[in-house]
């Protein structure tokens, strides 16, 4: 049974820094991908991260060199830093366990999710 539990959001000025952590239960030794998408009022939920199971990163162009995605045993975080007003959304972290700890943008390859945690700039 997969479970992700997200914590970490809330409200931070321009310019500031959030760290969202995606806790992660998992059956022993599966590989997956991880995610972090995000979704803004009135618009389509977006990718913005992914860690492999070996630890690769991505990025979109939109968070690329303000966000860094990193792994713990049992827990996936993504360091967002430098927050702009159009980073505010409700986040999410997705786990891929179908591809092998591989990962691919589109929501559509994620097979479980965490229920969200609100990012707010202002």
């Known amino acids: 049974h997969v479970q992700l539990v997200e914590s970490g959001g809330g409200s931070v000025s321009t310019g500031g820094s959030l760290t969202l952590s995606c806790g992660v239960v998992?059956?022993?030794?599966?590989?997956?991908?991880l995610g972090w998408f995000r979704q803004a009022p009135g618009r389509d939920r977006e990718w913005v991260s992914s860690i492999t199971w070996e630890g690769g990163t991505e990025y979109a162009n939109s968070v690329k060199g303000r966000s860094f995605a990193s792994r713990q045993s049992g827990k996936r975080t993504l360091q967002m830093t430098n927050l702009r007003s159009d980073d505010t959304a409700i986040y999410y972290c997705?786990?891929?366990?179908?591809?092998?700890?591989?990962?691919?943008?589109?929501?559509?390859?994620?097979?479980?999710w965490g229920q969200g945690t609100q990012v707010t700039v202002s």
């Open positions: 997705a786990a891929d366990t179908r591809h092998r700890g591989n990962c691919y943008e589109g929501a559509d390859n994620y097979d479980a």
């Open positions: 998992m059956p022993y030794g599966l590989p997956y991908c």
